[in-house]
């Protein structure tokens, strides 16, 4: 790989997500070479990925170029690259554009859907973990529309308006409200001659509750807004097979749905070369500065490192704080260690959580205030408008909401490329 | 096809660009069953398709759902369809999802890339007349750009930036200057290791002036503004062939490029089953009545007609205007022969003609006025919004513009789709 020779440690960032992001970010200015790699040239804000998928937002609203975010960080460099391997023993990675030594190595390469060996599963269900697929999901919903009005029967036209969603974390809560908004405020008046009432909405889970991780509180109030919006819930139900056409359950009749959006599990974005006595449940065991015990300079931080505390002893949750927190941690412990000062361990700050479900409906835990309805609606909104990177895509997500809001509208219902089932 | 039954004539409208668009909003209202076609969800803007293809607006911006567009105007029925072939004698119309008998039959369906039968130009030249192709050119470009750190020569590098586009109209035109722009304030910032003055931007055309159709000071004018900003200007040439890496003109040395855009001419859309009589230069010869001749009850507008007057004996240009007004007369005589009434003949409008060539710099032929600069830069920007559709495409398209046009920036450099070489 073409890099410029330079006198400092190299440290190679596996990932630009939250965690490597917020890693590169802490060490601007600092005396080593940064080398970032990801297989995309910008970083998702993956919590507004169901509205790209729903006709919401457009990806240019959650996708920032990486190259921008750094145009002002002269000690970093970045490619556009895939890892297929590391040697941990002569700390060397292979990637698709050659290969190159490290000093330090972070793994930051999140996560990705998890369908727990269900082949058939894996092969008809849409996943839900990137720009394209959500993009896949939006095409194909659309299309199925399409089709919708050229079959002959009830019981097809049904099939195709079936949206099943499995998992009932804030992914599926907030794909399932969306679908509703969109079945009430838009597809009547874009499809007159389509009787919309047959469009059905269900969201499963081997769980009694949604949102399991939040308060009793939220989970009650976010069961009631589904509900209330004409979701069918599938609680304590778990997926048996899924051949494209029919959901057979373990414990309930089958259900016949052209649709089955997969949003029940995530693992971590192993990388080849990394000794498998590290990976635990499918992430990386890191210890308390999120180094990988027993491999000499590789650190993993975010949704593919597994790491404990005494309110997690099964691991920090997959979700974004953790990744820009440990980011932040290692940034601060690599400059430590440089300086011979003692390192941190990491402490997780546990923000809270929210999701919203439609329209002045969202459910919100922080610390010991838990919000529901309009106030923790705009809370939610808030909260992602400022998260999201850079000026412009905050505005236009503003915009966006704005309109959509006030208007009982999805902007982008538009089918750039079609989704061709294979 | 499931079309409802009607006690009104049904008019088969294929395709929802301009023309399509101005007729069955002038039919809006009227007794017609008005039905129609498009292989695409969404109307397209293709004036601004440069924009979408040079990282400066997103899809959503200049495409608009056409059931949006016609979710009021009860007469409408759109199908996303591909027709395959009409029989004009028994009045039916063939497409991938049914068959259909149509009283009225109006085919706009607008023009595609012209490679006048270079297979070796098709198949390795980029078009751009859709939205998809639009995207494949800026994820293109953009892996031009990752893949020139990659090289190993000086010569690999700059045939990796290089970028030839045949055609001096208004789309190559906008497109070089955009690339200028590009070239200038957005590259060197994102790829600090790569020497960006090694890009180059070559402007092809075997006419010898930019712009031929517009009034000789506009094209001496965007002639100085292409060659202030660095495009390499190549007047009086024309591509005898091109492998993918190397183009041959027929009187000049070869060039070393990777990428080649074709905007070089258009030629019709032309549907199977219509008489090759019908036919001349690519489009179907049409009356003044847009009535094709000879051939019952069948309309061509827009580009795919070609239609004379004193001052253009050679057809209609194929721009938007002619379609929109061609739309509107054709509509107005439909309903005027449902009453008895005369028919009017078309008659052409020229409002004028445009082209922006950067940052303060574009000219604009409006009657005897000639504008260039700053002024006609702001005229072509206005004109250009309260020509698209739909309040939200104008204000995300009007913030986009002033971002860029404040931060020197191109906002939308995502690579979201790779694309891959055939």
Do not use: C
Request: aromatic letters at 10%.
């Amino acid at each position: 790989m073409n890099i410029p020779a330079s006198n400092y440690p190299r440290i190679v960032i596996v990932g630009g997500g939250f965690g490597g992001l917020q890693l590169a970010r802490t060490l601007k200015g600092k005396r080593f070479q940064l080398l970032m790699l990801d297989q995309n040239n910008y970083h998702t804000f993956q919590p507004l990925l169901y509205q790209v998928a729903t006709a919401g937002l457009e990806p240019d609203s959650i996708a920032y170029p990486l190259r921008k975010i750094f145009n002002r960080q002269s000690n970093l460099i970045f490619r556009m690259a895939e890892v297929q391997k590391v040697n941990t023993d002569k700390k060397i990675i292979f990637t698709n554009i050659g290969e190159l030594e490290y000093d330090y190595l972070v793994i930051a390469t999140g996560s990705t859907t998890n369908f727990f060996g269900k082949e058939d599963v894996a092969k008809h269900a849409m996943p839900m973990k990137s720009v394209s697929e959500a993009l896949n999901l939006r095409s194909l919903m659309l299309q199925n529309f399409e089709k919708a009005l050229l079959v002959d029967t009830q019981k097809e036209q049904e099939a195709l308006m079936s949206f099943a969603i499995v998992g009932a974390g804030p992914t599926g809560v907030e794909l399932a409200g969306a679908l509703a908004e969109l079945k009430k405020h838009v597809l009547p008046s874009d499809y007159p001659d389509l009787d919309i009432r047959r469009m059905s909405i269900h969201l499963i889970d081997m769980a009694e509750e949604v949102l399991p991780p939040m308060s009793d509180k939220a989970s009650a109030k976010a069961f009631e807004y589904l509900e209330e919006m004409g979701v069918t819930l599938w609680m304590g139900q778990s997926v048996e097979s899924y051949d494209g056409e029919t959901i057979q359950f373990k414990k309930a009749k089958p259900l016949a749905s052209k649709t089955l959006i997969w949003a029940a599990g995530v693992k971590g974005n192993l990388v080849e070369g990394i000794s498998e006595a590290a990976v635990l449940r499918g992430r990386y065991k890191v210890n308390a500065y999120n180094a990988l015990e027993g491999i000499k300079d590789v650190y993993a931080i975010g949704d593919v490192a597994w790491q404990t505390n005494t309110d997690f002893p099964n691991g920090l949750p997959m979700v974004a704080q953790v990744a820009i927190q440990q980011g932040k941690n290692l940034g601060i412990n690599i400059k430590a260690k440089a300086q011979q000062k003692t390192q941190k361990e990491f402490k997780y700050k546990d923000l809270g959580s929210m999701a919203t479900i439609g329209r002045n409906k969202a459910v919100a835990d922080l610390g010991k205030l838990k919000l529901h309805g309009l106030f923790a609606w705009f809370v939610w909104m808030f909260i992602h408008l400022i998260a999201l990177v850079g000026f412009r895509n905050k505005v236009i997500t503003f915009f966006n909401w704005s309109y959509n809001y006030l208007n009982f509208d999805r902007g982008v219902r538009l089918i750039i490329r079609k989704f061709e089932k294979t």
